[in-house]
């Protein structure tokens, strides 16, 4: 680890004098990308992140939204929230890029581990997780390591802290392979009345320390993942990389609950990037005030641990909490019961943010508690805490605006075509990743992974809670500005599927370099694109993540803007995505070209149509009024005629219809449409959903005037998919599409 020499000469005019060692150490962690966003920060004031529905937006451990009004509404405004029980939900997403692909197990587990922790932080209990996860090629044996490796880890700890993993993606892309993307996001629950923020409140307060032991795992890495990917990183790096253990963390999640319970937490703060020193000098910086720590009160798990050790390790499962001086005892008597460390490390100020160091009282071998103050004592950071969390100067960047490809489309065999983009591992069934999940845990589960998005039944608000999370990178690499506005429209399109509408979102944005122009204008792009779609949904962007300098030495990732989007809907019954083999099916939104410019007019960019057959084309035109199609498919979903709906997006609507298909329902379907028939059954336009239903004409009547409605077919018993397109007919019983869409299972198992 080291201070650049433009911002130690900036630390050494604010404190005066050279830094410790421990001061440039937590400053150069601090500012790093990861923790200060010096690149994307001045990128992020695109999005908005306030509604009636927002009560905690950017900037804590994890955003706060109301879904149930309390018997005193109090939206947007927490401080009077104390008495009001309506219901909230938390919502985060992390990043845990290069930890994972240098230790694919423990960096995937210990990100599962963090995003919990920063919903426990806000005193919010942990209901459902959505990873999207993104690798190299498939047929690359590398890849297919880092992806068990990952899922195993995300399981072994998910499904040990008993919190669902419902939601997600995995795809697989050529410019993943030196630097895989291991995105998490959490959801949590709580009543107004539990609410927490990170804000340290008032001087003379103590701080806690409660969970494992610090040991030396995890040093500098909020500076590691602040830099590119080097071809030894996975023997090089690896003791940047955390180790969990998801069975303190259980204890910690239960032991948090009965914190709250007992209102004996003031703040709290996770303990993640840039350990010890991280959290507890942000929590008193955004209460404008300062902190007196001694480092050797920490409990540690390793011996002669000196004081950058002690402050910026990684140790997994650890929380600092404010606790008010007659609470401490009742802190410590919790995690005697969970079988918990604890620590009272300092106490909160408002002078400045100043950590002591005792070497000889931390050498001796009596508890941590019984140590006394030998004479030794040095001040090791002195430095005042908002300088350290904000006083990063940001990047100013040069950025080329990316252009699109021009339309160059091979012929291809339909037949072939077909059995391609069904078959390929990122249109195929990801059931050999989500059954190593515990999906049911909880009981809240009414719709599983495997469908559009997952539904939750929030029985506390009467209300389902639906979550869909992903990105493409195929439609950001074709077209980073609308290939993000696509990713926005498709999650919200999913949540529609099931009968909900957008509530909220959290993005984890992920790129490349930065300081490479070309890189930094994807990045800009997805940014824009994310924050314009989310505006014209009404979804706002509340919290999330930025992961830059995800580069390697066989080049940059996409541009990817991950996001998770959260909606809601009245009761927790939806459709399912597979047909009931009796209604008739509609395609709303359009099929194959619109616009009616005929060859003109692209449809097939970012398509996996051209991943598998090759050739380009510029990124279809999305609607002009999505907040509108997408409020009349949820309208739709929830309609008692409706049978099932299915989003149609990534493979386009041949992949759809395939995956609405089973053993005992199939359907007949032909389509006709402006266009080839490529474009027909493959563009990936989104915003587009298939409909079966008993009455189409509520549909029309529903769609009337929002977007175009066709008729393609009806579904029957026959287990099987007839689809004609023009002069030619494709039919494969449900037995041939499973076996075409199981190539993770049948490569893997």
Same mark, same amino acid.
């Given at each position: 680890m080291s201070l650049s020499e433009s911002d130690r000469e900036l630390v050494v005019a604010e404190l005066g004098r050279e830094p410790t060692p421990a001061e440039a150490a937590l400053f150069e962690n601090l500012w790093s990308e990861h923790c200060a966003y010096r690149s994307?920060?001045?990128?992020?004031?695109?999005?908005?992140?306030t509604g009636e529905q927002v009560v905690v937006g950017p900037g804590d451990d994890a955003a706060v939204v109301e879904v149930a009004d309390g018997d005193e509404s109090s939206q947007g405004d927490a401080s009077s929230s104390s008495q009001s029980d309506a219901t909230y939900i938390t919502m985060g997403v992390e990043s845990h890029n290069h930890p994972s692909f240098v230790d694919p197990y423990d960096g995937a587990a210990t990100g599962v581990g963090g995003i919990v922790r920063d919903t426990l932080s806000m005193g919010a209990y942990p209901i459902a997780l959505a990873d999207s996860l993104y690798f190299g090629d498939f047929d690359r044996e590398h890849s297919r390591y880092l992806l068990e490796g990952v899922v195993e880890g995300i399981s072994d700890y998910g499904n040990s802290i008993g919190v669902p993993t419902v939601a997600g993606s995995t795809v697989f892309h050529d410019d993943y392979e030196g630097n895989p993307l291991v995105n998490v996001a959490c959801v949590g629950l709580l009543d107004a009345d539990r609410l927490v923020t990170a804000d340290a409140k008032e001087p003379g307060n103590k701080l806690v320390l409660v969970g494992n032991?610090?040991?030396?795992?995890?040093?500098g890495g909020a500076s590691f993942a602040s830099e590119d990917l080097s071809e030894d990183a996975e023997t090089e790096d690896r003791p940047a990389v955390q180790v969990g253990d998801p069975y303190t963390e259980k204890l910690l999640v239960e032991a948090n609950e009965a914190l709250i319970d007992r209102d004996l937490v003031e703040a709290a703060r996770d303990l993640g990037a840039a350990g010890l020193g991280g959290a507890?000098?942000?929590?008193?910086? %955004?209460?404008?005030?300062?902190?007196?720590?001694?480092?050797e009160r920490v409990h540690q798990r390793e011996p002669n641990m000196n004081a950058l050790e002690i402050l910026l390790a990684e140790s997994q499962e650890r929380m600092a909490y404010e606790v008010r001086p007659e609470n401490v005892e009742a802190v410590e008597q919790v995690a005697e019961k969970y079988d918990l460390g604890c620590s009272v490390i300092g106490e909160v100020t408002d002078g400045n943010y100043v950590c002591t160091f005792d070497s000889e009282a931390n050498a001796s071998e009596k508890p941590t508690e019984e140590r006394g103050d030998s004479g030794s004592r040095e001040t090791v950071v002195d430095a005042d805490a908002e300088f350290l969390g904000d006083g990063a100067p940001m990047n100013d960047l040069d950025s080329v605006e990316p252009t699109q490809p021009e339309r160059n489309l091979p012929d291809a065999d339909l037949r072939e075509a077909f059995e391609a983009v069904i078959g390929s591992p990122n249109t195929a069934s990801k059931r050999w990743v989500y059954r190593q999940y515990d999906h049911e845990v909880q009981v809240r589960t009414a719709t599983g992974p495997g469908d559009d998005a997952a539904v939750l039944a929030l029985r506390e608000a009467e209300k389902g809670l639906a979550i869909s999370s992903g990105a493409d990178p195929n439609w950001t690499t074709a077209a980073p500005y609308d290939g993000a506005r696509a990713v926005a429209l498709e999650n919200a399109t999913n949540l529609?599927? %099931?009968?909900?509408?957008p509530l909220a979102a959290v993005d984890c944005l992920n790129g490349g370099n930065p300081e490479k122009p070309e890189v930094y204008g994807g990045f800009k792009g997805i940014v824009d694109g994310l924050a314009d779609m989310c505006r014209e949904l009404d979804a706002p962007v509340v919290g999330g993540n930025v992961s830059l300098y995800n580069d390697s030495p066989s080049g940059p990732i996409p541009p990817t803007p991950t996001l998770a989007m959260t909606g809601t809907k009245e009761g927790y019954d939806a459709p399912p995505a597979a047909v009931s083999g009796e209604g008739t099916l509609l395609v709303v939104g359009g099929i194959g070209i619109t616009g009616g410019s005929g060859h003109d007019e692209s449809a097939l960019g970012g398509s996996e149509y051209l991943a598998q057959i090759g050739g380009s084309d510029r990124f279809p035109r999305l609607p002009e009024n999505p907040g509108e199609v997408v409020e009349a498919l949820a309208a739709v979903a929830d309609q008692s005629a409706t049978r099932a709906v299915h989003d149609v997006s990534h493979g386009g609507l041949a992949v759809a219809l395939a995956e609405m298909v089973t053993g005992e329902a199939g359907l007949t379907a032909e389509i006709e449409g402006e266009g080839t028939q490529a474009e027909l059954l493959f563009t990936e336009r989104p915003g587009r959903?298939?409909?079966e239903t008993t009455d189409? $004409?509520?549909?029309?009547?529903?769609?009337?005037?929002?977007?175009?409605?066709?008729?393609?077919?009806?579904a029957d018993d026959s287990?099987?998919? $007839?689809?004609?397109?023009?002069?030619?007919?494709?039919?494969? $019983?449900?037995?041939?599409i499973a076996e075409l869409r199981d190539v993770l299972a049948r490569e893997l198992d």
């Amino acid at each position: 680890m080291s201070l650049s020499e433009s911002d130690r000469e900036l630390v050494v005019a604010e404190l005066g004098r050279e830094p410790t060692p421990a001061e440039a150490a937590l400053f150069e962690n601090l500012w790093s990308e990861h923790c200060a966003y010096r690149s994307s920060r001045p990128l992020l004031s695109a999005f908005d992140s306030t509604g009636e529905q927002v009560v905690v937006g950017p900037g804590d451990d994890a955003a706060v939204v109301e879904v149930a009004d309390g018997d005193e509404s109090s939206q947007g405004d927490a401080s009077s929230s104390s008495q009001s029980d309506a219901t909230y939900i938390t919502m985060g997403v992390e990043s845990h890029n290069h930890p994972s692909f240098v230790d694919p197990y423990d960096g995937a587990a210990t990100g599962v581990g963090g995003i919990v922790r920063d919903t426990l932080s806000m005193g919010a209990y942990p209901i459902a997780l959505a990873d999207s996860l993104y690798f190299g090629d498939f047929d690359r044996e590398h890849s297919r390591y880092l992806l068990e490796g990952v899922v195993e880890g995300i399981s072994d700890y998910g499904n040990s802290i008993g919190v669902p993993t419902v939601a997600g993606s995995t795809v697989f892309h050529d410019d993943y392979e030196g630097n895989p993307l291991v995105n998490v996001a959490c959801v949590g629950l709580l009543d107004a009345d539990r609410l927490v923020t990170a804000d340290a409140k008032e001087p003379g307060n103590k701080l806690v320390l409660v969970g494992n032991a610090t040991g030396r795992d995890g040093l500098g890495g909020a500076s590691f993942a602040s830099e590119d990917l080097s071809e030894d990183a996975e023997t090089e790096d690896r003791p940047a990389v955390q180790v969990g253990d998801p069975y303190t963390e259980k204890l910690l999640v239960e032991a948090n609950e009965a914190l709250i319970d007992r209102d004996l937490v003031e703040a709290a703060r996770d303990l993640g990037a840039a350990g010890l020193g991280g959290a507890t000098s942000e929590m008193v910086a %955004k209460g404008g005030l300062g902190a007196e720590i001694e480092l050797e009160r920490v409990h540690q798990r390793e011996p002669n641990m000196n004081a950058l050790e002690i402050l910026l390790a990684e140790s997994q499962e650890r929380m600092a909490y404010e606790v008010r001086p007659e609470n401490v005892e009742a802190v410590e008597q919790v995690a005697e019961k969970y079988d918990l460390g604890c620590s009272v490390i300092g106490e909160v100020t408002d002078g400045n943010y100043v950590c002591t160091f005792d070497s000889e009282a931390n050498a001796s071998e009596k508890p941590t508690e019984e140590r006394g103050d030998s004479g030794s004592r040095e001040t090791v950071v002195d430095a005042d805490a908002e300088f350290l969390g904000d006083g990063a100067p940001m990047n100013d960047l040069d950025s080329v605006e990316p252009t699109q490809p021009e339309r160059n489309l091979p012929d291809a065999d339909l037949r072939e075509a077909f059995e391609a983009v069904i078959g390929s591992p990122n249109t195929a069934s990801k059931r050999w990743v989500y059954r190593q999940y515990d999906h049911e845990v909880q009981v809240r589960t009414a719709t599983g992974p495997g469908d559009d998005a997952a539904v939750l039944a929030l029985r506390e608000a009467e209300k389902g809670l639906a979550i869909s999370s992903g990105a493409d990178p195929n439609w950001t690499t074709a077209a980073p500005y609308d290939g993000a506005r696509a990713v926005a429209l498709e999650n919200a399109t999913n949540l529609a599927a %099931k009968g909900a509408t957008p509530l909220a979102a959290v993005d984890c944005l992920n790129g490349g370099n930065p300081e490479k122009p070309e890189v930094y204008g994807g990045f800009k792009g997805i940014v824009d694109g994310l924050a314009d779609m989310c505006r014209e949904l009404d979804a706002p962007v509340v919290g999330g993540n930025v992961s830059l300098y995800n580069d390697s030495p066989s080049g940059p990732i996409p541009p990817t803007p991950t996001l998770a989007m959260t909606g809601t809907k009245e009761g927790y019954d939806a459709p399912p995505a597979a047909v009931s083999g009796e209604g008739t099916l509609l395609v709303v939104g359009g099929i194959g070209i619109t616009g009616g410019s005929g060859h003109d007019e692209s449809a097939l960019g970012g398509s996996e149509y051209l991943a598998q057959i090759g050739g380009s084309d510029r990124f279809p035109r999305l609607p002009e009024n999505p907040g509108e199609v997408v409020e009349a498919l949820a309208a739709v979903a929830d309609q008692s005629a409706t049978r099932a709906v299915h989003d149609v997006s990534h493979g386009g609507l041949a992949v759809a219809l395939a995956e609405m298909v089973t053993g005992e329902a199939g359907l007949t379907a032909e389509i006709e449409g402006e266009g080839t028939q490529a474009e027909l059954l493959f563009t990936e336009r989104p915003g587009r959903a298939v409909v079966e239903t008993t009455d189409p $004409d509520s549909v029309r009547e529903r769609f009337a005037g929002v977007a175009p409605v066709a008729d393609i077919g009806r579904a029957d018993d026959s287990g099987a998919l $007839d689809l004609t397109v023009g002069e030619e007919t494709l039919t494969y $019983d449900a037995a041939e599409i499973a076996e075409l869409r199981d190539v993770l299972a049948r490569e893997l198992d």
